[in-house]
């Protein structure tokens, strides 16, 4: 339908019942722009709610983005919020590659917003800034943003300014907006919610802590 003149969007039922689809999606969507020389293009949506902490079993639980965004030709996005989630999906239908469009269900009910339905899309290819700051750069996507906000909040009141940055497109990344808070605050924090993502942290915690930041010490001289 794609390849014909159509913008399909295909809907899984959760993350975790992409796998059965992978090697279509992979090998023949994701290719088909490459393959043909630009001939064909297959602007198809896959729509998959994800993500954990509404106590489902753990195919209903899955947060596997970091598998599509290794792959050539494919896009994945993921909204945090109502109005983002409107304008990235009018993107992502207009958009001629293949997008996977990743929906945080533990925000479906949690996050509410009005949303003016003026058809006005958000580019594929950029993140948001939600929150100002110089001490850190926390780099976050989908139901993490509203803890991450939170979590800067609380720091704040103890003297530690975070810069929350919305990553929103998980393939392309918009390093240039990453990279000038980086400039700024000299420390990146990236927080998400897949399996495994605390290794370093769970197996060297107390090297971690060992060593103060310099905005402690800079506190301190102060």
């Known amino acids: 339908m794609a390849t014909q003149g159509l913008r399909p ?35 198809i949506v896959f729509r998959a709610p994800f993500g ?26 993921i909204p945090s919020s109502p109005q ?9 239908i207009r958009c001629n590659d293949p997008v996977m469009f990743f929906e945080p269900k533990r925000i479906y009910r949690t996050v509410k917003s009005n949303v003016v339905d003026n058809g006005e899309a958000l580019p594929l ?3 948001y800034t939600l929150r100002k700051g110089r001490d850190l750069t926390l780099v976050t996507w ?6 991450s906000l939170q979590a800067a909040d609380t720091l704040s009141k ?22 000038k808070s980086l400039e700024k605050t000299g420390r990146l924090l990236v927080v998400h919610e897949a399996a495994e993502a605390a290794a370093l942290a769970q197996r060297s915690l107390l090297e971690l802590q060992s060593k103060p930041c310099a905005c402690s010490k800079r506190r301190l001289s102060e």
């Not at 959760?14 to 064909?40: K, Y």
């Open 9 to 43: 969007i295909a809907e899984f039922q959760f993350q975790g019942f992409v796998f059965p689809a992978m090697e279509h999606i992979i090998c023949h969507a994701a290719r088909m722009r490459n393959r043909t020389r630009g001939r064909l293009s297959c602007p």
């Open 52 to 77: 954990g902490g509404i106590h489902a079993p753990e195919h209903h639980s899955e947060s596997v983005e970091a598998l599509f965004a290794h792959i050539p030709g494919l896009r994945v996005v």
């Open 84 to 92: 983002r989630a409107y304008g990235l999906l009018l993107s992502a």
């Open 125 to 127: 290819d950029t993140c």
């Open 142 to 147: 989908g139901a993490c943003v509203v803890e």
């Open 158 to 179: 103890a003297g530690i300014e975070v810069e929350v940055i919305d990553l929103a497109s998980i393939k392309p990344i918009d390093m240039e907006t990453i990279l």
